[in-house]
C-alpha cells in the first residue's frame, strides 16, 4: 500500500476539501432565520425545522455555523438504526441533529427549533409494546410459556 | 429521437454541409464572372497597390468619422464580441478541434504547437452579453434612422435575427435559464444552424465577400488613380 | 397471501400495519422516524414532511409488490439489495410484501409462477409492479420468455390490476442496452407498451437505491406517486444534472479541465468535460446521493459519466469524446459538399458568361 503515496495524486474529494471555503452568505440566512423561528417559538409555541443538507454549504459556512451554534448543555446520543446526535445550541431551543447510518454515514442534518425534538420522546406506541413485556418479564410463567412458543 | 439528438447529429450535418456548398457556390460563382474590360489607358502602372483598400476601408475616413463613429463602434464592439465568444470557449474549440483533426487528419495542437487558448465561462459570458447589448442598439438605429430603415430589407432583419439568436440560446444555456439544459442548448445549436444554413445566402456572405469586393474596388481605384 | 416470500415472523403481518410490523421487527419508532427524516430530507421535502410521513407510513398496510424481471441483467436487483445492511434506504424491504422476484424468492418453477398469480387475484387494482429490463416485442415477444410465456403477455397482463407501475433501471424506464441499435429483440421501455397505467421511471445503470425507496415512502404516506418530470422521473431525484451538483463544476466555470486521464489536471480533480463526462446532459441524483454508502460516484472517482440514466446513452456517441465532440459529419462528406459547392458555382459563372455572350451577339 505505502507505494500508492508515490502517486501525485491530490484528492479533492473529501467535502471539508472542497473548493469555496469561503462563507457563501448561506450560514448568516440560516441564522437569521432561526433567530426568526426563535421568537415564533417564544410567542406562540410554534416549532421549525431547517434541512442543512437542502442549501449547498461551503466549509466557511459550516464554521461559522458551528462558531455561532456551539454546544450547550445537552448532548443526547442516540442509537437507533446507526447513531444519532441531538445537542442543543448554545441558544436554548435551537437544536443541532445528526442523523448517521450505522456505517457512521451522515444521512440527515436538522437544525430544530422546538422545545424538545420529536426524535428524544417515547413514541406511545413504543411506551404500550414496552410497557407489556415488562409485564411479562415481571410474570416468570407467562414469560416462559413466550419464550416456549418461539 | 429527441430535439438534442437532432440538432446534435443530423441537423448539425446537414447545416454544416449547406454552408459549405453555399458559400463555394457564391464565392467561385462571383470569382468566375467574367470581369467588364477595362479599355482605358491606367493611370498607375501597379494596380495591385490597390488592394490596400483592404486594411484602410477598415476605419473610416476623418471626413466621415462623425456621421459613421456610432455604427462603427457598435459594430467593432458586437463583431470582437461574437468572435471572441465563438473563438474562445472551450465547448466551441472543441468542436472546431474536431472538425480541424477529421479534416486535415492531424491535431490543432501538432499543427501549432500550442493548446488554443480559451476564457473562463464568465467572461465569454461578459461578451456575448456586450454582443447582444452592441446588437440591439445597433437593430435600434436602424429601425429609427429614416435612411437606414429605408435601405434595409427582409434580409437585413433576418441576418440580424440569426446572428443574435445563437448568442442569446448560448446564454441561456450557459445559466440554465429558462428550460432543461438540454432544451436550451438543442435550440442553440438549431439556432447555429440556421445561422449556418442562411448564411451564404444572405447579407451574412459579406464576412466572405468584403475583402474580395474591397481588393477588386480598390484595384479598380487604383487604376484610375483616384485618391485611396 | 403466497408462503413463497413469506418470512418467518410475518404469521399476522397481514392484516399489521407497517409501524407495527417493524416493531416486531425490533425497529424502534426511534429509527423509523430518523428513516422517514432522512428520506424526506434526500426528496427535497420540507423538514417536517419527516415526521407525517413516519406517522403515515406506520399506520399503512404493506404494499404488495409483484417484481418482474425482463430483458435484464439483473444489475437493478444487485444494487437495491446490495445497499440492504448497512444504510437506511435498505429498509425498503421491510416496507412492502415483495410477493414475486425471481432472484430472491426461495420458490421455483411453477410453485413461483402459482404465486405471482395468486398475488395478482389477492390484490387486484391495488398491487405495485416493478419492472427491471426491456421488454421484448419482437415475433410477438418470443424473443424473451418465462415458464413458455412472453414478457409482453406478462406486462399487458399484470399492468390490468397493478396501482402503478415502476420501471426501475435505464432497460425498463427507455429501453436500455438491449434496445441498443441494431434492437435486435424488438426491445421497447414499458411505457411504449403500457399507456393506461400512471409509471414511473427510475433510470440509471444501475438505478440509485434509495429513489426507489423514496417512490415507495411517497406512495404510502401520499398514496400517489411524486412529481414526475417530462421523462416519468421523480423530479425529487433527477430535478439537476449531474453537472448541475457537481462538486468539480468550480473547475468548469473557471477553464480548468483534465486533458488526459494522467495529467496534471486528473490528479488535481478537474472538470472531465473534455474527457467526454456526460454530466451536463444527464439528470440524476449521483452526486448527491453517490454510491457504495456514500463513498464515491463516478466523477469522484475520475471518470466522467456515461449518462446512463438518459434514454438511448449507448447510441450517443463515445463515452470518452467531449459533448461537442464528434456529431458534424466526416471529411469525405464536407469534401463532397466542397465539390458541390465549387461546381454549382462554376456552373452559375458558365451560364452569367453564355448570357453576356448572348447579349453581346445581339440575340
Known sequence: MSGLKDIAVTVIGASADQPGSDPSGNASAILHEIADLLERLASDGSQGMIDLRAMPLTSGDRAQLEEVLAAGAVRVAIDAAGPTEVVETVYPGVWWTRHHNESGETVAEFIEVTVCPEILKSHIEDVREGGAQLRRVLVPDASDANESDD | ?228 | MPDSMKPRDAGDAHEATLGERLAARGVSRRAFLKFASALASMMALPPSMGLVMAQAMAQAKRPSVLWFPFQECTGCTESITRSHTPTIEGMIFDMISLDYHETLMAAAGHQSEAAREQAMKDNAGKYLLLVDGSVATGLDGAYSTIGGQTNLSWLTEAAKGAAAIIAVGTCASFGGIPKANPNPTGARAVSDVIKDKPIVNIPGCPPIPVVLTGVLAHFLTFGSLPELDALGRPKAFFGDTIHDRCYRRPFYDQGLFAKTFDDEGARNGWCLYELGCKGPVTYNACATVKWNAGTSFPIQSGHGCLGCSEPDFWDKGSFYKALPVGQWGSAATLGGAAAVGVAVGAAAAYAARRRQDKIAKGD
Do not use: C
Open chain 2, 1 to 228: 429521437m429527441d430535439l438534442l439528438t437532432f440538432a446534435r447529429g443530423p441537423g448539425l450535418q446537414w447545416a454544416v454541409t449547406i454552408f459549405v456548398i453555399g458559400v463555394l457556390w457564391k464565392l467561385v460563382g462571383v470569382i468566375l464572372l467574367r470581369a467588364k474590360p477595362d479599355l482605358s489607358e491606367p493611370r498607375n502602372p501597379s494596380t495591385w497597390k490597390g488592394l490596400r483598400l483592404i486594411i484602410t476601408r477598415s476605419w473610416p475616413r476623418k471626413e466621415f468619422l462623425r456621421s459613421t463613429a456610432f455604427t462603427e463602434v457598435l459594430g467593432y464592439t458586437f463583431h470582437i464580441g461574437f468572435l471572441v465568444a465563438l473563438l474562445f470557449y472551450l465547448p466551441h474549440i472543441l468542436f472546431f478541434e474536431d472538425v480541424f483533426k477529421g479534416v486535415l487528419g492531424v491535431n490543432f495542437q501538432q499543427v501549432f504547437g500550442v493548446q488554443w487558448p480559451y476564457f473562463s465561462g464568465g467572461v465569454i459570458n461578459f461578451f456575448g452579453a456586450v454582443t447582444v447589448a452592441a446588437l440591439i442598439a445597433v437593430l435600434i438605429h436602424r429601425i429609427v434612422s429614416p435612411v437606414k430603415r429605408l435601405i434595409s430589407n427582409f434580409d437585413d432583419y433576418f441576418s440580424w435575427f440569426v446572428t443574435i439568436a445563437p448568442v442569446v440560446t448560448g446564454m441561456l444555456a450557459y445559466g440554465h435559464v429558462g428550460a432543461p439544459y438540454q432544451t436550451l442548448i438543442a435550440v442553440h445549436l438549431l439556432s447555429m444552424e440556421l445561422l449556418l444554413v442562411w448564411f451564404p445566402f444572405g447579407k451574412l456572405m459579406h464576412a466572405f465577400t468584403v475583402f474580395l469586393s474591397r481588393g477588386t474596388e480598390g484595384m479598380q481605384f487604383e487604376r484610375k488613380g483616384a485618391s485611396l
